[in-house]
C-alpha cells in the first residue's frame, strides 16, 4: 500500500533521514520505534507531505506522493494524527470533528461518522459542545485520532498517540488502534512506548539517527535483545 524507498530528508543542513526504505501492506499496523531525534516523527512528517524529501520515491498504492500537498493527500486516503495532538482549541468536539470532513459532502454519512467516534470513544460523546481547547490531554487525544478518521482514511499515520497520557487513557487510545485497525485502517504508528506498539503491531521498524537499523516481525522484535535492552528496558 505505501512503500518509501531511499528517501532523505533535512532540516536546514541537517540530514535528518538517510536513506529511510519501508513498506506498509494493507490492512496491517507497522510501528516505528526508536530513541529521542531517530527520525520516526520526521519519517511521518515526509510521507504526509508536511516535508518534501530532497531525495528517494514514495508511493501510496502505487501512486507517487512527492508533489501532492498535505490536503491532497487527505483526499487519496492518507490521514495524519499529529504528535502534540493539534485540535482546534476554540472549535467544540463536533466541529473539530466536521473539520476532519472538509473534503467531504456527504452530509449524511459525516453525521453517521461523527457519531460512530462517539461510540468509539464515548467521552467525547459527552463533551460533544464543549471547546477542544478546555478537554484534558487524553480527551484531545481521542479527539486527534478521531478527526483524522472523519476523512475516511485507509492509512492512517500516527505520531505518539500516549504522550503526556495517563496509563488508563493509554489503554483506552491502544484499544481504539486495534479496533481501528480491524475495521479495515491500515496504521502507521511511530510511538515511544515499544512495549505498547509492539503489542498492537504486527511489523516493526527500529530507526536511530535517521536509519533503519532493523526490521522485523513485531514479535520477533520483542523478544530481540538489542531491541530488549534498548527500548523494552530490558537487561540481559
Given amino acids: 500500500m505505501l512503500e518509501v524507498k531511499d528517501v532523505h530528508s533535512y532540516y536546514g543542513n541537517i540530514h535528518a533521514l538517510k536513506g529511510i526504505n519501508l513498506t506498509v501492506n494493507e490492512g496491517e499496523v507497522v510501528t516505528l520505534i526508536g530513541g529521542n531525534g531517530a527520525g520516526k516523527s520526521t519519517t511521518l512528517r515526509t510521507i504526509s507531505g508536511l516535508m518534501r524529501p530532497r531525495v528517494g520515491s514514495m508511493t501510496f498504492e502505487g501512486e507517487n506522493l512527492i508533489s501532492f500537498e498535505p490536503h ?5 486516503g492518507i490521514a495524519l494524527v499529529p504528535e502534540g495532538r493539534g485540535v ?10 466536521e473539520m476532519g470532513a472538509f473534503h467531504r459532502n456527504d452530509t449524511a454519512g459525516i453525521r453517521a461518522d461523527i457519531e460512530k467516534s462517539y461510540e468509539l470513544f464515548p467521552r467525547l460523546g459527552e463533551r460533544r459542545s464543549q471547546l477542544a481547547g478546555t478537554m484534558s490531554g487524553g480527551e484531545q487525544q481521542m479527539l486527534a485520532v478521531t478527526r483524522a478518521l472523519m476523512s475516511q482514511p485507509r492509512l492512517l499515520l500516527m505520531d505518539e498517540p500516549s504522550m503526556g497520557l ?6 483506552v487510545i491502544f484499544d481504539a488502534i486495534e479496533s481501528i485497525n480491524k475495521e479495515g485502517v491500515t496504521i502507521l504508528l511511530v510511538e515511544q512506548n515499544a512495549h505498547l506498539a509492539l503489542q498492537v503491531a504486527h511489523r516493526g521498524y527500529v530507526l536511530q539517527t535517521g536509519e533503519i537499523v532493523l526490521t522485523d516481525e513485531a514479535k520477533a522484535l520483542q523478544t530481540n535483545p538489542v531491541v530488549q535492552k534498548a527500548y523494552l528496558g530490558m537487561d540481559h
Avoid: G, R
Avoid at 166 to 171: E, G, H, M
Fill in 72 to 76: 491532497q493527500l487527505v483526499s487519496k
Fill in 166 to 171: 495517563a496509563p488508563v487513557l493509554v489503554d
Fill in 88 to 97: 482546534f482549541a476554540k472549535l467544540t468536539v463536533e466541529e473539530n470533528l
